[in-house]
């Protein structure tokens, strides 16, 4: 096993990352729910703008690394509330995908 599945299984084990793959099934129907409502409600098609489909994911996966210990979160600088780094283990594992060419 290389280090990008070392990675996965590692992220996989997260509580953020089984929250976010049981999301995977349940947030289709929150949107198809929405889009019927709406629809009913106006007899008209729904406009994207008023569908809530962005920030989870990116910030879902950005938890998934900070529970996984791979980055951690420092104070911001002048223009954010926080910064990121990543730790020695995600470093490691950084490196060894990157010589392994799996990202």
């Known amino acids: 096993m290389g280090a990008y599945d070392d990675f996965v299984d590692l992220i996989r084990q997260t509580e953020t990352m089984q929250a976010l793959l ?46 996984a210990d791979l980055v951690a979160r420092v104070p911001g600088d002048r223009c954010a509330l926080y910064g990121y780094r990543p730790t020695k283990q995600g470093l490691k594992l950084y490196q060894a995908m990157r010589k392994e060419k799996t990202i």
């Open 22 to 67: 049981r999301n995977l099934e349940s947030e289709p129907a929150k949107i198809l729910a929405a889009i019927c409502r709406e629809h009913e409600m106006t007899g008209k098609d729904v406009p994207d703008h008023h569908l809530n489909l962005a920030g989870y994911f990116g910030e879902a996966m950005l938890r998934a690394l900070l529970s």
